[in-house]
Each structure stands twice: as structure tokens, then as C-alpha cells.
């Protein structure tokens, strides 16, 4: 599908842009907010149609999509409910999506995408960005934690969508209930769990947080299909 | 045991269970860690705090400042929030400021060099090849040496182990005082012999307290009661004073003669 193309740089950065903005929104949708079928597998027709300038250069400033959680999703985070919380809310919210178009990202980038992000009252904000950020802007994403989730991915990374690959098996996040129930039925103690790291590509993918549990299913050659379970750190 | 005698049996393991924790103590340990994680923490993110400010210097930036004469605030500024940096955040400031499109050096206001755009590699004036990216990061080569000048006197140790030393201080490179005159150097030089002497043992005694560990975080919990006691030695007996002009002082051994048991007549 790629092959019939104009091999000049333009379209290249086209169609780089445009297996970034599938791999995102696959992305999103895996994480289980509600995107529409249609958003999801864009055609690169369509996406040269809709986030082009007519000279055939990608308007990144159009990059730009939010979501909502679908019920699921909302059910699969809600802690449950205790008698001092009788109501728990639960803690993921809308997410927001940004392609970045600076040259170079240091913390006043960061802060005014964080800002955006915690102003229009998004819970987690994705800016995808050409090139990395520096040291400083990746260690002031950490003072922003506890208003909203800000994740950063390279757009050299998301070209491909890893969990499609026939070697990363299959990564199920666990609701609360699941993973009390898992906890109770192995006897165990959360931190008698195997570990993933939460810097791990699939985890960084699923975007985990520290302490939800993913269950991994893999083909086993002997078992059929064997289930492990690790604890995000 | 084959011994036989009464008693249990004692194992050879240490005694580790003997007398199980407080939970008073337990809880008192738990929360002195906890205060000094607390406390790193802090301080971390002091540093990003300070790196994000310098990131932005010199504050001054009239004509009458630049790199090799900036104004004294800055100056002061500039040493009091680097002081507690790694090399490694050092790195760091450079590369934030040039994000900035700010020379490397914290107290230059002048914007980074620009070489182009492509090749990876660049040619100096002087001959030598270098990496476009190391190049790029100053405005010039005197800016490159004073930035480094503060680099080398980064310390490596963590910034939690060496933050309550007073005696750390960042100099500068060249700090330029051709316009001075003799007197003026001389009656410099005699103020801070002075003020040195002063602060030289308060600062010693406060940097001995810090390594003793007589930290700010609350009282030290597991510190040994020291009490030192004379030990009771007894003295070696004294020489016997050497007669003068003793004739018998060359057979003295350790003022003890040997004697010669005299020959015992014997008995009939």
C-alpha cells in the first residue's frame, strides 16, 4: 500500500504521521476509551484528505483528539466500595492527545502542554513528539502527577504498534475486584507477584499505573495457553 | 545434648528472636527513614527547582554585564543554587538552556551558536574535529572553559549527603580584577584572611556535626552512649636512682643485679 507512493521526503513524513496517529488511536482504544471504528483504521487517503495542507505537508496543529471512558473502563477503575466510601469515583477521566510541532521540548513546553491538559480537565494527556525531551522536562513531569497523568511518546516509536507483534503476548489489565480475587485465590501478598516494570513498552502502551495487576497470556507449546500475572512497580 | 545434662537445647544460630521489637520502636524507625526519604525527595526537588531557574540567567542582562564581568546578584545566585548539583544535573542545566537557545554557560546571555544545519561534524577555526552538538551548545570556546571550570568542582556524592556542609563553594573561572590596584588587592586579601579565620571554625565544628551524623532529622535514635574510663594501669616500678660513681652500675640490668648463688658449702 505504501509502495505506489512519491518517494520524496514530504510523503514520507505523511505516511510516518499517519501509522503514528493509527498506532495512538489503537492505543486509546486498547486503554478501552470509546473511539469510533472508523477513527481507529483511517485509511492514508483519508488522512491526507483530512490533515494536509493542500502543498502535501501534514498540518500537525490538526493532530489533535480526546476521548472518553467507556463504561467498562469506567467499572474496571472505580475502587469498590467501602463503608467510608460508600460512592467511589473512579479514578480515570477523559484523555487528551496532542502531536507536538517544536523543534526542541524543554520544561516551558512541558508545563504549558500540562496546563492545557489540567485546565480543560483531562486525567491523562498523551503528547507525541518528534524528538525527545530534555532530562529536566522529563523529571518535572513528575511534580504533575497527582492532577493529571502527562505520558510522552516518540513519534519514532509509536510507528509500528507493538502488541501486534507475534512475540508480545497478549496483556490484560486486571479490574480491582480481579485482582483481589487473584490475590485471595493464590494466597498471596501483592508484592509476592512477579513484576513489570512500569517504563516497560506494553506497560508504558496499556499506560499502568503502580500497584494494577496485567494478566499476560501466552501460547505455551505444552499447556495450550499459559496465564502469568505481574504487578505493575 | 551428649553432655547429658538438664536444660534445652541451645542452638548455634545467633539470637536473633530474642527480644522482639516494640512496635513503639518499630513504628519510631519506620517514620526516621521515612523522614529522610521525605527529605531527599525534598531535595531533589529543590535541585529541579534551581535548574529551572538558571535555566533562564543572567536576570541582568544590560550592556555593561557579560559572560567574563556578570552582575554580582547573578553571580550570587549562580553559585548559591549550583552548589548542591552532580555533574550529571549540571549536564542537565546545559542542555535545558539550550532549549532555551541560551549559551551553556549559566551567567552568558548570549544566544548558542548556530553552524548550520546538516553534518554531524564540524571543523574549528583551529584545526580540530568536532561533534556539531558539543559545538552548538556555546556561544563561544571562553564560555565552553568557564562552564567547565564549575563542572570539575561538582561533587559526585549525592546532594542529601552533603547538603548541610557549609564549606562547599563554587568558584568561577577568571573573575576579572585588572581594574584594581595594589591597596585595593592587599585590603581584599587581609578581609577575607580575617573573615576566613572567623567563619573557618564554625564552619569545621558544623561540618563535624554533619559527619557525626548530628543531623537536623530529629533526635539520632540508635547512638552508643559513650563513657570513657581511665583504665588503671600500673605503673612499672622505678629505676632505683644510680648512684654516682657506683662502681657495680655496669652489671645493673634494669636497676637489678644478678646475683651469683654463692656457692654452697657443703653439708657433712
Known amino acids: ?220 507449546e505444552t499447556a495450550g495457553r499459559y496465564a502469568s500475572y505481574r504487578l505493575c512497580v | 545434648m551428649a553432655t547429658g545434662q538438664g536444660g534445652p537445647l541451645k542452638g548455634i544460630l545467633k539470637n536473633i528472636g530474642d527480644a522482639p521489637e516494640k512496635p513503639e520502636t518499630a513504628r519510631e524507625v519506620a517514620i526516621r527513614h521515612a523522614t529522610l526519604l521525605e527529605n531527599r525527595k525534598q531535595l531533589e526537588s529543590q535541585i529541579l527547582d534551581s535548574l529551572i531557574l538558571l535555566s533562564e540567567y543572567p536576570l541582568a542582562r544590560d550592556a555593561q554585564f557579560n559572560a567574563s564581568s556578570p552582575a554580582a546578584s547573578d553571580i550570587a545566585d549562580f553559585k548559591a543554587n549550583v552548589r548542591l548539583f552532580q555533574p550529571s544535573d549540571y549536564d542537565d542545566l546545559i542542555e535545558e538552556r539550550n532549549v532555551n537557545e541560551l549559551c551553556g554557560y549559566t551567567l552568558c546571555a548570549k544566544p548558542r551558536r548556530q553552524t548550520g544545519s546538516s553534518g554531524e561534524w564540524k571543523i574549528t577555526s583551529s584545526g580540530e574535529i568536532v561533534k556539531r552538538k558539543e559545538l552548538e551548545k556555546w556561544c563561544s570556546q571562553q564560555c565552553a572553559r568557564r562552564a567547565l571550570f564549575v563542572k570539575v568542582q561538582l561533587n559526585e556524592t549525592a546532594a542529601w549527603e552533603r547538603a548541610g556542609i557549609p564549606d562547599i563553594q563554587i568558584d568561577l573561572l577568571e573573575e576579572d580584577r585588572s581594574a584594581e590596584t595594589e591597596a585595593d588587592r592587599t585590603a581584599r586579601k587581609l578581609g577575607e584572611l580575617k573573615l576566613e579565620d572567623q567563619r573557618q571554625a564554625a564552619r569545621d565544628s558544623a561540618a563535624l556535626a554533619m559527619e557525626r551524623g548530628d543531623d537536623k532529622f530529629g533526635p539520632p535514635v540508635n547512638k552508643v552512649k559513650v563513657t570513657l574510663k581511665e583504665k588503671d594501669v600500673k605503673a612499672p616500678s622505678e629505676f632505683p636512682p644510680a648512684e654516682a660513681g657506683n662502681s657495680e652500675d655496669h652489671l645493673l640490668v634494669d636497676g637489678y643485679k644478678a646475683k651469683i648463688p654463692e656457692k654452697q658449702e657443703p653439708e657433712i
Open chain 1, 1 to 220: 500500500m505504501i509502495d505506489d507512493l512519491p518517494n520524496d521526503a514530504k510523503s514520507k513524513e505523511v505516511v510516518r504521521l499517519w501509522r503514528a496517529w493509527r498506532t495512538v488511536h489503537e492505543m486509546v482504544a486498547d486503554r478501552e476509551y470509546e473511539l469510533a471504528e472508523d477513527e481507529v483504521s483511517i485509511s492514508l487517503e483519508r488522512f491526507r484528505d483530512e490533515y494536509c495542507h493542500p502543498d502535501g505537508s501534514v498540518n500537525r496543529a490538526k493532530l489533535q483528539f480526546s476521548a472518553r471512558p467507556s463504561d467498562s473502563m469506567l467499572r474496571k477503575n472505580t475502587p469498590p466500595a467501602t463503608a467510608s466510601n460508600p460512592d467511589p469515583v473512579p479514578d480515570c477521566g477523559p484523555i487528551w492527545v496532542e502531536f507536538l510541532t517544536d523543534k526542541q521540548f524543554g520544561v516551558s513546553q512541558i508545563r504549558n502542554f500540562a496546563k492545557y491538559t489540567i485546565t480543560n480537565n483531562y486525567k491523562t494527556g498523551i503528547m507525541v513528539t518528534p524528538v525527545a525531551l530534555s532530562p529536566a522536562a522529563r523529571k518535572s513531569l513528575a511534580s504533575v502527577e497527582n492532577l493529571a497523568k502527562i505520558e510522552c511518546f516518540l513519534e519514532d516509536d509509536l510507528l509500528v504498534n507493538i502488541t501486534h507483534h507475534e512475540l508480545v503476548p497478549r496483556h490484560v489489565l486486571l479490574s480491582r475486584d480481579e485482582k483481589i480475587a487473584l490475590l485471595k485465590r493464590y494466597r498471596l501478598k501483592e508484592t509476592q507477584l512477579p513484576r513489570i516494570l512500569q517504563k516497560d513498552p506494553v506497560a508504558r502502551y496499556l499506560g499502568l499505573k503502580r500497584g494494577q495487576v496485567v494478566k499476560i497470556i501466552r501460547v505455551s
